[in-house]
């Protein structure tokens, strides 16, 4: 039996063959691409900087003011290089020159002829997936706002044409729901909660950046991880600093030398410096621009770290400073739920695509011109999506997503416990064997054996348990077949 | 202002007349005891209690990374301090509890939870001493939220807004959205911008957001603060430090702007008081100089001043008193029915929502809507109440100029003397009345002196009835199931459009019940007011009558020593009413 990216794969060629339409070429190119993830998020929530900070590298320009503009796509490529897609299909070379690193565009034309921006980056980081910059919601150019809306929400006639969300929230606010809301429309096609992940962004500043910051903000994140509306939206919140982490991934040897001659000084000077960002500022132009590039609490952090001399250099505060902005988390969480699951969810956008092109190509939607054109595209319409259909039904992968989903909308019946282990085993929080079983990732093969084979006769029980709902058992029923695919795994590995 | 108060009184002590003498008194209470509200408003975590506490150098306002202001806070002056809760009594009307201070923070943290309403604390500060109270509101979490239109409805109390945004980023669409709308209710509003001290680029986002006010066609002051640094002034006593927080200027606007404007209306009520006591003594003056001056006229003065006691004791049950039993039957039709419409939108609304979605899974946000939705309807409903009450107390207050001034109206003129005096009373007249006019809130009659509108209610827990489970299976059969499936969802959505109505329901009847209060205080507060008037204008015409009278009868040496002091006591009054 084929794989499920081969199985897509192989019918996206057949329904190319049949019906002529550019987004199929494109929805199957996209198969073989990189996983696209947003980053979305109102304005000024630092999506720009959690982009630096995810790549490891200065790209996407960053400012007090509100910034980007235009969404903006960051992807892997041999060498630097920027396309504008514009709105009429089109595509055109930018030249760019950079400044501290960020890339600036020349657009050449106005911002709206511009659809979104390509930029071409050299770096590992980018080759699983593609990164996507977008302007904030709520913001007060409503046309940049709306444009992020446009492009991220599946509308009507039109797939996403992203594959899963990173949204920054900074705190709770009425319209951070709302959007999540929209983004998750009902049912599997338009989005579900398993392709998003919160980020409780600019962690640092929370409590007023003091030197406890990033244990509030785990408090915080903690308290939304377990609200039952927001969960159900996305079921986990890291807190980040993405301005750490951006610093800790491109500090330089002159940033670290600036910052030990401040730790250097007497202590109660430190503190009359580290009092306000006024003041470090005002203490000369390099601290200023260390200030911009650390934040108030970066700079607080690194002066203690130094002073107490738990590092010596400037890597050693590079990795301290990465380790405190929770930027190492993420990664881990981004890897469980987007990269260990991009093939399920490759498959599923690119099914979404052909749903479109069939329908659109069905009668009655089809063109009126020729008489035997809807009834040959009918005849081959059917089948084609009858084979989508069977995909969803049959691939395992599928399933186990609608049961994340109804699992996390509190759809499900079952005790707390149960509906915990389900969601892991169901590959909630990650896909790989330990994850599902909640082991160390060092679990020996032998203890992932036991444990998948313990937990596989817990859910048959479940499933055949005569007082069990149905719901449930359907649900445990799939468990099993989660746990039975742990253990052929497991053998085979 | 005090001064001419007790001069006025001292005039009217003096003119043996009591009932004027208790209306100054009760004007100088009120001057006293009316401070200028401030409330401070704004989104989640941007440093509202935080602000409140550097600005009155306190701790009383619980801080935290995480925890969020629950419930109002009401800071204002008292000795020694003391903290209430106002908690709701079971006929609806809110109570004092006094509280420790220890037990405080968990109350503003819980609040509604424990059905406590709001927290009023008493603290000895010199801001407060001079008339500021402050309320710290909950975060709004969004304009379209429940506690956003609570906190638009409060504003319209408050003498002033404090709209508070830090520093870490410039303005969101929303929350211009919500200031625009709060500037409807609260002319008076500034913006603060907290945490200056965190983020180097504050004046950058200063620039931005006076860029975005100027295009959204807002006049509302920028001023940047550190709560932090003012707190560390406070601790390290350095006036510097404390220069440099940017508090000192948001003292001075406080000062200058809240209570300064709050100080002028309060002097423009005290004064129109002093002029229509002032009115009252004149004419009796007036009445007695003329004939002082001309006793053979007094018999002729008399008269007029015994027809116009006539006149004036129907006053009291003039027509204005119809116009403001209309006004009152028209005023509480309309706004019940006003209510009853917007909630009956709501219900359909809420039902076509519950018609598309199954309850089970829906009901945590319908709820979160119909709550919004029923504070937006109560809300709307008492602006509504609000702005009738102006227009009615206007009515009333016209009908009574009228009728007041006509009293005098083809009365024979004694003397050229008394006309031009009788010509200067009635405009002077006119103008008491706009003055009433202008010192009268609608609002706070409306309010009966509570700012605080409480949650609207509570949805109960519906308990939906479980899924099918195996019994079902057994005896129904495929089909069955699914058909049974389907009945379930309409059950449960019968279910929650019970709940939807008994909610709207117990709203209906909260807002309705508080609607109907406001309605009798207003009437209350105008059929006193304007048949004290009534009342002052009869018992000046008697005692103007009976002293001219009694002149008439004085032999003609002490009719001059009174003429004497007649004319010292005008000058007196003269300088009173200029």
Same mark, same amino acid.
């Given at each position: 039996m084929s794989t499920l990216l081969g199985q897509v794969r192989a019918l996206l060629d057949r329904a190319i063959a049949e019906i002529p339409d550019e987004r199929l070429v494109q929805a199957r190119r996209r198969v073989d691409e990189p996983l696209r993830v947003a980053i979305a998020g109102k304005v000024k929530a630092g999506k720009s900087t959690l982009l630096n900070a995810l790549v490891g590298e200065e790209l996407a320009p960053t400012d007090a003011g509100e910034c980007t503009r235009i969404v903006t796509w960051y992807a892997d490529g041999r060498t630097y290089a920027v396309t504008a897609h514009l709105n009429d299909g089109s595509a055109e070379p930018r030249p760019f020159t950079r400044r501290d690193g960020a890339i600036q565009i020349s657009l050449g034309r106005p911002a709206e002829e511009v659809e979104h921006l390509e930029v071409r980056v050299p770096s590992s980081r980018l080759r699983q997936h593609t990164l996507i910059d977008t302007p904030g919601i709520a913001s007060l150019s409503t046309d940049v706002s709306l444009r992020t809306m446009a492009f991220l929400e599946a509308e009507g006639d039109r797939a996403a044409q992203t594959d899963a969300v990173i949204y920054l929230l900074r705190h709770m606010h009425g319209s951070d729901v709302r959007f999540l809301e929209s983004f998750h429309g009902d049912g599997l096609s338009n989005g579900t909660p398993v392709n998003a992940v919160g980020v409780l962004s600019r962690a640092d500043e929370i409590g007023g950046c003091r030197l406890d910051a990033m244990e509030s903000a785990a408090r915080v994140a903690a308290r939304y991880a377990t609200d039952e509306r927001l969960r159900r939206l996305c079921p986990v919140v890291v807190p980040v600093a993405g301005l750490l982490g951006a610093a800790g991934a491109t500090l330089r040897e002159e940033e670290y030398r600036i910052l030990a001659a401040v730790a250097a000084e007497p202590m109660d000077r430190i503190v009359e410096l580290l009092l306000t960002a006024d003041r470090f500022a005002a203490s000369g132009p390099q601290r200023a621009h260390v200030l911009s590039r650390l934040g108030l609490f970066g700079v607080r952090l690194a002066v203690r770290l130094i002073r107490e001399r738990v590092v010596k250099d400037s890597a050693e505060l590079a990795k301290q400073l990465t380790e405190h902005s929770g930027i190492d988390r993420l990664r881990e969480v981004f890897t469980a739920q987007f990269v260990g699951r991009s093939e399920v969810l490759k498959a599923r956008s690119a099914l979404a695509v052909l749903d479109e092109c069939i329908l659109a190509g069905s009668p009655g939607a089809g063109s009126p011109g020729s008489g035997s054109a809807p009834a040959g595209s009918s005849g081959s319409g059917a089948p084609l999506a009858g084979e989508a259909e069977r995909i969803r039904a049959s691939a395992h992968e599928f399933v186990e997503l609608r049961l994340l989903h109804q699992l996390r909308s509190g759809r499900l019946p079952g005790t707390d416990e149960q509906l915990t282990e389900m969601d892991a085993l169901l590959g909630g929080s990650g896909g790989a064997a330990y994850h599902r079983l909640g082991l160390p990732p060092d679990a020996a093969a032998g203890r992932i054996a036991a444990e998948a084979r313990e937990a596989l006769a817990r859910w048959q029980n479940i499933a055949e348990h005569p007082f069990s709902p149905r719901e449930l058992k359907n649900a445990a029923r799939a468990v099993a077949r989660s746990c039975e695919g742990l253990l052929v795994q497991n053998q085979q590995g | 202002m005090l001064a001419e108060l007790a001069d006025a009184r001292a005039l009217a002590g003096a003119a043996q007349r009591a009932d004027l003498v208790q209306r100054i008194d009760l004007a100088v209470e009120r001057m006293r005891a009316d401070d200028a509200t401030v409330a401070v408003v704004g989104e989640f975590k941007q440093g509202k209690s935080t602000l409140v506490n550097a600005l009155l150098r306190t701790d009383i306002c619980p801080v935290d990374s995480d925890i969020v202001t629950a419930v109002p806070t009401v800071l204002r002056f008292g000795r020694p301090p003391a903290a209430f809760l106002q908690v709701p009594q079971d006929d609806g009307a809110l109570a004092s509890v006094p509280v420790g201070f220890e037990e405080l923070p968990r109350h503003i943290a819980e609040g509604d939870k424990n059905g406590v309403r709001a927290v009023e604390v008493r603290l000895d500060r010199r801001l407060l001493g001079a008339g500021l109270s402050i309320i710290d509101t909950p975060g709004v979490g969004g304009l379209d939220s429940a506690q956003g239109n609570l906190t638009l409805g409060a504003l319209s109390l408050a003498g002033a807004a404090l709209f508070v945004t830090d520093s870490a980023q410039e303005l969101t669409a929303p929350e211009v959205e919500f200031l625009r709308r709060a500037l409807e209710r609260c002319p008076r509003a500034f913006c603060v911008l907290t945490k200056t001290d965190l983020y180097g680029e504050w004046r950058r986002i200063v620039e931005i957001n006076q860029g975005h006010f100027e295009r959204a066609g807002l006049d509302v002051p920028i001023v940047a603060v550190s709560s932090f640094l003012r707190m560390r002034a406070q601790a390290l006593d350095d006036t510097a430090l404390n220069a440099e927080s940017g508090f000192p200027r948001l003292v001075e606007l406080l000062r200058r702007d809240v209570?300064?404007?709050?100080?002028?209306?309060?002097?423009?009520?005290?004064?129109?008081?002093?002029?229509?006591?002032?009115?009252?003594?004149? *004419? +009796?003056?007036?009445? $007695?100089?003329?004939?002082?001056?001309?006793?053979?006229? %007094? &018999?002729?003065? #008399?008269? =007029?001043?015994?027809?116009?006691?006539?006149?004036?004791?129907?006053?009291?049950?003039?027509?204005?008193?119809?116009?403001?039993?209309?006004?009152?039957?028209?005023?509480?039709?309309?706004?019940?029915?006003?209510?009853?419409?917007?909630?009956?939108?709501?219900?359909?609304?809420?039902?076509?929502?519950?018609?598309?979605?199954?309850?089970?899974?829906?009901?945590?946000?319908?709820?979160?809507?119909?709550?919004?939705?029923?504070?937006?309807?109560?809300?709307?409903?008492?602006?509504?109440?609000?702005?009738?009450?102006?227009?009615?107390?206007?009515?009333?207050? *016209? +009908?009574?100029?009228? $009728?007041?001034?006509?009293?005098?109206?083809?009365?024979? %003129? &004694?003397?050229? #003397?008394? =006309?031009?005096?009788?010509?200067?009373?009635?405009?002077?007249?006119?103008?008491?009345?706009?003055?009433?006019?202008?010192?009268?809130?609608?609002?706070?009659?409306?309010?009966?002196?509570?700012?605080?509108?409480?949650?609207?209610?509570?949805?109960?827990?519906?308990?939906?009835?479980?899924?099918?489970?195996?019994?079902?299976?057994?005896?129904?059969?495929?089909?069955?199931?699914?058909?049974?499936?389907?009945?379930?969802?309409?059950?449960?959505?019968?279910?929650?459009?019970?709940?939807?109505?008994?909610?709207?329901?117990?709203?209906?009847?909260?807002?309705?019940?508080?609607?109907?209060?406001?309605?009798?205080?207003?009437?209350r507060f105008l059929r006193d007011e304007f048949s004290a008037r009534a009342q002052a204008a009869e018992r000046s015409a008697a005692a103007t009558a009976a002293a001219v009278q009694e002149i008439a009868g004085l032999p003609p040496e002490e009719r001059r020593r009174k003429a004497d002091a007649l004319a010292e006591q005008r000058r007196r009054l003269d300088r009173l009413a200029a």
């Open positions: - | 209570l300064g404007a709050a100080a002028e209306n309060k002097v423009a009520a005290a004064r129109a008081e002093v002029k229509f006591v002032v009115g009252q003594l004149r *004419e +009796r003056i007036d009445a $007695e100089q003329a004939v002082a001056a001309e006793p053979a006229k %007094a &018999p002729e003065v #008399a008269r =007029r001043y015994a027809e116009k006691t006539r006149r004036s004791a129907g006053l009291a049950g003039g027509s204005w008193q119809t116009v403001l039993g209309d006004g009152i039957q028209d005023l509480s039709a309309d706004v019940e029915h006003d209510l009853r419409e917007r909630l009956r939108i709501m219900v359909r609304r809420g039902e076509d929502l519950l018609a598309e979605s199954d309850p089970r899974e829906t009901w945590r946000d319908f709820q979160a809507w119909a709550q919004r939705e029923a504070a937006a309807a109560a809300v709307d409903n008492l602006m509504l109440l609000v702005t009738r009450t102006e227009q009615l107390a206007h009515d009333v207050a *016209e +009908r009574f100029g009228i $009728e007041y001034d006509s009293l005098d109206v083809d009365l024979p %003129a &004694p003397d050229l #003397a008394l =006309r031009k005096v009788d010509e200067l009373d009635v405009s002077f007249q006119k103008s008491g009345m706009q003055q009433f006019l202008g010192a009268f809130t609608a609002a706070r009659v409306t309010y009966g002196g509570f700012y605080m509108l409480g949650a609207v209610g509570a949805f109960f827990s519906v308990a939906f009835a479980a899924p099918l489970g195996l019994l079902a299976g057994v005896t129904l059969g495929r089909r069955m199931m699914k058909s049974e499936r389907e009945r379930q969802v309409q059950q449960r959505r019968l279910q929650a459009k019970q709940e939807l109505r008994r909610y709207v329901d117990d709203v209906g009847f909260h807002v309705g019940r508080d609607c109907r209060e406001a309605t009798r205080r207003t009437q």
